[in-house]
Each structure stands twice: as structure tokens, then as C-alpha cells.
């Protein structure tokens, strides 16, 4: 075991996939459409030539995705998406050498559209289609532009419908070390969010109030779970902010408020969001110096979050562990690291059935 995860096998590693890609140039291209991103990349040769992402900002006024109508607005833009990734990176459809799409987890009827479109397509063109795992995609986030980090490394996935540790010993070499029991991490910022009347999507927008509020004014619990446990569980905690709020008869703040109300909100925002990125980083650092591994990449739309990316950043540097987040357009679900995804999988000889199904409950771990 103490071989494998040597620096110098990791070299080694490395440095074989590097000679490997600089021999073969391959065209691909990856759709995501697993929740309410409409996105389409383009990859050439390890390389990201273009991305295009369609959010469905109409949600916001349900509170949540709707599934139904999520589906629907993936049939209007998936062309368009498409055909605006294969011109911003100045590639046709039969200079493609293959298409791969998300086939899993997230909202059936949404997967269903980038899977059909992409096997309709590598169908049509007579090239390979490859099926994509969401999470794994994820974590391949952190591997579109340099930095990156080496293998092997701990990943850290925290999203609206997902929250996992998973240590990385080279390209689709994985083992889950923990995951949610429940609620995810991003699921618990919107439902909190919604409590305090701040709105959807959550997480961005109690990080904004979250940033003129004091995270020491109400001491929420930290759920660790047992000790030493890499598993997560949000749910109480969001309980305990319920019950905070009925106990101090808190109301939504509305625009013509006090700034004292108002500095109300920013200071809970603050309290609720310093108890979940405390567990993060506690758990992300003790996978880490467990599986004795000194790099740690973040992915998922929760790792756009400024306090965890600045206090993650922070402590892990006092650790000597380094840290990797990706850009904030590749925080979020997005075509490029499913491209990066189908990219590595082409080029080890790694396709799919046009039989793939669309499977909404996927692990990682299957």
C-alpha cells in the first residue's frame, strides 16, 4: 500500500498519462444536463476549447428545481447550447471523435435530454459515445486547468444534492471514504435559506449576507458524528436553526426593515454557515492526513463558497496540505468537466452502449 501512494509512483503516474495524451488528438464533445444547467464543452487533445452553460434562473420563484419544467427547458436549449460550444471552439460535428453525456445521478427526466441528445448524435456521426458519471465528473473539475493536483489526492464534492469525500489514486481509480447521510450541504443552505426568506438558490445568497454577519453570534452544532467518522449530516443542523428561529420569533426580513434586522439576518446567515464549513474542512482534513495524501481538491456549486475556500485554503496551508478549487464556472454543473471525463475515458479505450440508460440514483461507488 505504502508504494502506491508514494510521491515517486505518483510521478511516475503522471507523467505516463502526460506521455500517453501527447501521442493521440482526440475531439470530444460532453453535455450536462443532470439537474438545471443546460451545458455543452468542447475538449481537443486534454485541452478545453469552449464551454456554454444555460442556467434556468426561473426556478427561484418555486423555491427549488422543478423537475417537469427543469426537463422542458433541456429540450429548448440543448441545440442551441450545443451548436454555440462547437462554434466558440471553432470545431464541426465531423471533426468530433466522440460525444459523451451524464447518464447519472440527478432528476431523471433532466438526465434523459443530454443522454438522448448524445447518443442520438454519436449514432448519427458512426463515433463512440461514453456515459459519464456525474460525481466523477466532479471531481475532474479540478482537472481542466492548471493548477491541478496530483495524483493521488483527496476530493471533496459538495453540491445541492451530494456532500463526499473521495481519495483519488489516479484516473478512475476511486474509493469513497464518506458521504451524506441525508441532507447535502447545499441542500441544507437553500432550505435554510428559505427559512430566513433570503430566496433560491440559497448558498450564494447567504454567503453574501453571511459576510457583514458575526459566525460566533448563535452557536449552532457542528455535526462531526462519531469520532474520526468522513461522514456527513446536515439535517439536525438545520433543525437546530428551525428551532432557534420559532424559539426567537424571527421574521423574514423585508426590504423596508431596520439595519438592525437586517444585520439580524447577516449575523445567523453567518452563524449557520460557519457551523457547516467548520465540519468541511475538519472531515476534508482528516481524510487527507489519513490516507496520508498532502493535496485536496473541492468541487460542486457549495465550493463557490468564499468562507469555505478562504478558511479551507487557510488551515490546510497550516497542515502543509494543498489546496485546488476550480474556477467558479466550474464549481457549478457544467459540460467541460464531463468533456474532460469523456476525453480520458476515449483515450483508454473506455466507451458506452447506446443502450445506456439514464440511472437519477447513481454512486459512485458502483
Same mark, same amino acid.
Given at each position: 500500500?505504502?508504494?502506491?501512494?508514494?510521491?515517486?509512483?505518483?510521478?511516475?503516474?503522471?507523467?505516463?498519462?502526460?506521455?500517453?495524451?501527447?501521442?493521440?488528438?482526440?475531439?470530444?464533445?460532453?453535455?450536462?444536463?443532470?439537474?438545471?444547467?443546460?451545458?455543452?464543452?468542447?475538449?481537443?487533445?486534454?485541452?478545453?476549447?469552449?464551454?456554454?452553460?444555460?442556467?434556468?434562473?426561473?426556478?427561484?420563484?418555486?423555491?427549488?428545481?422543478?423537475?417537469?419544467?427543469?426537463?422542458?427547458?433541456?429540450?429548448?436549449?440543448?441545440?442551441?447550447?450545443?451548436?454555440?460550444?462547437?462554434?466558440?471552439?471553432?470545431?464541426?460535428?465531423?471533426?468530433?471523435?466522440?460525444?459523451?453525456?451524464?447518464?447519472?445521478?440527478?432528476?431523471? $427526466?433532466?438526465?434523459?435530454? $443530454?443522454?438522448?441528445?448524445?447518443?442520438?448524435?454519436?449514432? $448519427?456521426?458512426?463515433?463512440?459515445?461514453?456515459?459519464?458519471?456525474?460525481?466523477?465528473?466532479?471531481?475532474?473539475?479540478?482537472?481542466?486547468?492548471?493548477?491541478?493536483?496530483?495524483?493521488?489526492?483527496?476530493?471533496?464534492?459538495?453540491?445541492?444534492?451530494?456532500?463526499?469525500?473521495?481519495?483519488?489514486?489516479?484516473?478512475?481509480?476511486?474509493?469513497?471514504?464518506?458521504?451524506?447521510? *441525508?441532507?447535502?450541504?447545499?441542500?441544507?443552505?437553500?432550505?435554510?435559506?428559505?427559512?430566513? $426568506?433570503?430566496?433560491?438558490?440559497?448558498?450564494?445568497?447567504? *454567503?453574501?449576507?453571511?459576510?457583514?454577519?458575526?459566525?460566533?453570534?448563535?452557536?449552532?452544532?457542528?455535526?462531526?458524528?462519531?469520532?474520526?467518522?468522513?461522514?456527513?449530516?446536515?439535517?439536525?443542523?438545520?433543525?437546530?436553526?428551525?428551532?432557534?428561529?420559532?424559539?426567537?420569533?424571527?421574521?423574514?426580513?423585508?426590504?423596508?426593515?431596520?439595519?438592525?434586522?437586517?444585520?439580524?439576518?447577516? *449575523?445567523?446567515?453567518?452563524?449557520?454557515?460557519?457551523?457547516?464549513?467548520?465540519?468541511?474542512?475538519?472531515?476534508?482534513?482528516?481524510? =487527507?492526513? =489519513?490516507?496520508?495524501?498532502?493535496?485536496?481538491?473541492?468541487?460542486?456549486?457549495?465550493?463557490?463558497?468564499?468562507?469555505?475556500?478562504?478558511?479551507?485554503?487557510?488551515?490546510?496551508?497550516?497542515?502543509?496540505?494543498?489546496?485546488?478549487?476550480?474556477?467558479?464556472?466550474?464549481?457549478?454543473?457544467?459540460?467541460?468537466?464531463? =468533456?474532460?471525463?469523456?476525453?480520458?475515458?476515449?483515450?483508454?479505450?473506455?466507451?458506452?452502449?447506446?443502450?445506456?440508460?439514464?440511472?437519477?440514483?447513481?454512486?459512485?461507488?458502483?
Amino acid at each position: 500500500m505504502e508504494d502506491r501512494r508514494s510521491k515517486s509512483g505518483s510521478d511516475h503516474r503522471n507523467s505516463e498519462i502526460e506521455h500517453r495524451k501527447s501521442e493521440i488528438v482526440l475531439t470530444i464533445l460532453g453535455i450536462e444536463s443532470s439537474c438545471d444547467e443546460t451545458s455543452a464543452a468542447v475538449v481537443r487533445d486534454g485541452r478545453l476549447l469552449a464551454n456554454v452553460t444555460a442556467t434556468q434562473l426561473f426556478h427561484s420563484k418555486f423555491g427549488g428545481v422543478v423537475p417537469e419544467l427543469a426537463s422542458r427547458a433541456h429540450q429548448r436549449r440543448i441545440i442551441p447550447v450545443v451548436q454555440e460550444a462547437l462554434l466558440n471552439a471553432e470545431v464541426s460535428k465531423k471533426e468530433l471523435n466522440g460525444v459523451s453525456a451524464v447518464y447519472g445521478p440527478g432528476l431523471v $427526466g433532466a438526465i434523459l435530454v $443530454g443522454l438522448s441528445f448524445g447518443k442520438s448524435l454519436a449514432l $448519427g456521426l458512426g463515433i463512440p459515445f461514453i456515459g459519464v458519471d456525474h460525481m466523477e465528473a466532479h471531481i475532474f473539475s479540478n482537472l481542466i486547468e492548471d493548477p491541478k493536483p496530483s495524483f493521488p489526492f483527496i476530493n471533496l464534492t459538495v453540491s445541492g444534492g451530494h456532500t463526499q469525500l473521495v481519495f483519488v489514486n489516479g484516473p478512475f481509480e476511486y474509493k469513497l471514504l464518506g458521504e451524506t447521510k *441525508d441532507d447535502a450541504a447545499g441542500e441544507a443552505f437553500d432550505k435554510v435559506a428559505k427559512m430566513l $426568506g433570503v430566496g433560491y438558490p440559497g448558498g450564494p445568497l447567504i *454567503d453574501t449576507y453571511a459576510a457583514k454577519g458575526n459566525p460566533a453570534f448563535v452557536s449552532f452544532p457542528r455535526p462531526y458524528l462519531e469520532e474520526g467518522s468522513l461522514e456527513f449530516s446536515f439535517s439536525g443542523l438545520k433543525t437546530s436553526v428551525l428551532y432557534y428561529l420559532r424559539k426567537t420569533g424571527y421574521k423574514p426580513v423585508e426590504a423596508s426593515d431596520s439595519p438592525a434586522k437586517n444585520q439580524l439576518l447577516a *449575523d445567523l446567515c453567518a452563524s449557520f454557515q460557519a457551523a457547516v464549513v467548520d465540519v468541511l474542512i475538519a472531515k476534508a482534513i482528516r481524510a =487527507a492526513e =489519513a490516507n496520508g495524501v498532502r493535496q485536496i481538491g473541492v468541487a460542486g456549486g457549495v465550493s463557490a463558497n468564499s468562507e469555505l475556500r478562504r478558511r479551507l485554503t487557510e488551515v490546510a496551508a497550516g497542515r502543509k496540505i494543498q489546496v485546488f478549487i476550480p474556477k467558479l464556472e466550474y464549481c457549478t454543473d457544467n459540460g467541460a468537466m464531463v =468533456a474532460m471525463v469523456g476525453y480520458e475515458k476515449l483515450m483508454g479505450g473506455r466507451t458506452s452502449s447506446l443502450e445506456l440508460t439514464a440511472e437519477p440514483n447513481l454512486s459512485l461507488s458502483s
